[in-house]
C-alpha cells in the first residue's frame, strides 16, 4: 500500500489483476463473480475481444488530436448516440460529473439567452449527480457537500417523485430554466419512481418552457433493460447525460441535446482538452454498437427478471429483507438495518457486491450475464444475506 495517495477513498485490500466476461481475479489468483462492474461501468464484461481490438487498433493509429480540429472518431459516435436516442447534438465530456456540468451550463445559457438573469434549476432531493462544485451542489446528500461550502447556486429542491413539489415551484418561481433528474435514483438506493413521473415532469417542462434534463449517467446503455432509461416512460427529455459504461471503461462522458436545447452552445462557451479524443470515441462507439448489434439492453431485461424473481424466493423467510426492486440490472436488496458488511462476506466468498445508502445492497452485473451465471449470482447473494441475518 503507498503512502502516497490522497485518502479520498477507503479501499478494500484486495488487487485485480485481470478480468474477463463476468469474472475478475485477484493477485492470489481467487476468482470473482463481478456483480457491481465497477459501479455500473464494465457493462459488456471485461475484456470483450471486439473492444480490446478497438482500442488496440486506435492506439497504434492515433490516440489524441484536439478539438481544434475535426474527429472522425467523435463525429461517428455523435451520429450513432443522436439515431439510437432520438436527439440531436452531443457535448463530449470525460466523466458523469463533467457531463452534468454541460448540462449545467447549458441550462443556464438557455436561461440567458431567454432573458432570464438568475436561472435556476429543479433538483431532487437524495440526487447524485458527481463531485465537481455544480454537480456536488445539485446533488442532494448533506454527506457530499459537507465541508465544500460556499455551495453553487442556482438549485431549486424537491422531494423525488413528488409531481406536485414541482408544480408549486413552477407556480411560484419565474426563474428556473430546466429540471435534472435521475429517472432512478441510483446512489440514493436504485430509488424507482412511479411510472408515469416522467411523463409528467415532461409535462411540466413543457408548459413552462423548461428543460428536461435526465442524469443517465447510471441508468443510460442499456442498464434499466431498454438502451436508455426515459424509453420506459415513452418521452423525450430534452437534455441526456451518459457516462459509465459508455467507454466500458475508457474514460468518457456525453451531454446529449435536442431542439432548442441542441442550438444553446457556440464556439467558447464550453470545450475540454481531452473530451471526445479519437480513443474514447472508437471505444465508445464500438461499446454502443456491440450494445445495439446483440441486443443487450433485451438481455439486461430478462436477466434482470430472473434474478429479481430468484431473489425474491429464496429470501422469502428472511425477516431482514425490506424489499427487492429493479430495473432491469439495476438492482436493491434493501434490508432494515445497516448491513455495510455484507460487501466483505460477500467478497470472503468470491461475490463483488455494493451496499449504498447503509441499508441497500446494490447489484449491478454485467449485462451479458448468462443465464446460469444470474442462477449462480443470486444463489451465491441469497447464501451471503442469510448467513449476514443469522
Ligand atoms: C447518476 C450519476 N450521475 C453522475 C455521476 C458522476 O459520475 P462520475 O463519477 O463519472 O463523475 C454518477 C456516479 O456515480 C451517477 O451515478
Known amino acids: 500500500m503507498s503512502d502516497h495517495l490522497v485518502k479520498a477513498y477507503s479501499s478494500l485490500p484486495v488487487n485485480f489483476t485481470h478480468g474477463d466476461g463476468c469474472y475478475l481475479w485477484d493477485s492470489e489468483g481467487k476468482q470473482y463473480l463481478d456483480a457491481l462492474c465497477g459501479i455500473s461501468v464494465t457493462s459488456l464484461g471485461h475484456n470483450l475481444p471486439e473492444l480490446t481490438t478497438a482500442i488496440q487498433q486506435q492506439a497504434s493509429t492515433l490516440l489524441h488530436t484536439s478539438n481544434l480540429y475535426s474527429i472522425t472518431w467523435q463525429q461517428k459516435l455523435a451520429d450513432l448516440l443522436c439515431d439510437s436516442a432520438g436527439m440531436d447534438r452531443v457535448f463530449f465530456a470525460n466523466s458523469g460529473a463533467e457531463a452534468n456540468e454541460a448540462a449545467i451550463k447549458l441550462a443556464r445559457l438557455y436561461g440567458h439567452q431567454r432573458g432570464i438573469d438568475n436561472p435556476q434549476i429543479v433538483v431532487m432531493q437524495h440526487a447524485f449527480h458527481g463531485r465537481t462544485m455544480a454537480t456536488l451542489s445539485a446533488t442532494g446528500n448533506r454527506k457530499v457537500q459537507a465541508g465544500f461550502e460556499p455551495l453553487v447556486a442556482g438549485f431549486v429542491r424537491a422531494p423525488y ?22 429517472p432512478v435514483q441510483g446512489e440514493a438506493g436504485i ?22 434534463m435526465l442524469d443517465e449517467v447510471q ?98 423467510n428472511n425477516i431482514q429483507v425490506a424489499s427487492i426492486r429493479h430495473m432491469g440490472l439495476l438492482l436493491a436488496v434493501e434490508m432494515k438495518q445497516p448491513c455495510a458488511q455484507l460487501v466483505n462476506l460477500a467478497l470472503e466468498q468470491g461475490l463483488l457486491i455494493n451496499v449504498t445508502a447503509d441499508n441497500v445492497v446494490r447489484l449491478l452485473p454485467p449485462l451479458i450475464i448468462s ?13 451471503c444475506i442469510n448467513q449476514f441475518s443469522e
Open 371 to 383: 443465464e446460469a451465471q444470474t442462477a449462480d449470482l443470486a444463489q451465491r447473494l441469497i447464501d
Open 219 to 316: 441508468t443510460g446503455m442499456g442498464r434499466s433493460g431498454k438502451l436508455f432509461a426515459h424509453q420506459h416512460a415513452g418521452i423525450q427529455p430534452d437534455v441526456m447525460t451518459l457516462a459509465k459504461a459508455l467507454g466500458n471503461g475508457v474514460p468518457i462522458g456525453a451531454c446529449i441535446c435536442r431542439g432548442a436545447a441542441a442550438e444553446v452552445f457556440s464556439p467558447g462557451k464550453h470545450g475540454s482538452t481531452f473530451g471526445g479524443n479519437p480513443l474514447a470515441c472508437r471505444a465508445a462507439y464500438t461499446v454502443l454498437d456491440y450494445m445495439i448489434k446483440n441486443n443487450i439492453a433485451n438481455n439486461a431485461a430478462d436477466r434482470g427478471e430472473q434474478l429479481s424473481t430468484a431473489l425474491q424466493q429464496g429470501l422469502a
Open 191 to 212: 430509488v424507482i419512481p412511479d411510472a408515469d413521473y416522467l411523463q409528467k415532469l415532461r409535462e411540466i417542462c413543457d408548459q413552462n418552457h423548461w428543460l428536461l
Open 161 to 182: 417523485n413528488d409531481i406536485e413539489a414541482v408544480s408549486s415551484i413552477a407556480a411560484n418561481n419565474r426563474q428556473v430554466v430546466a429540471v435534472l433528474v435521475e
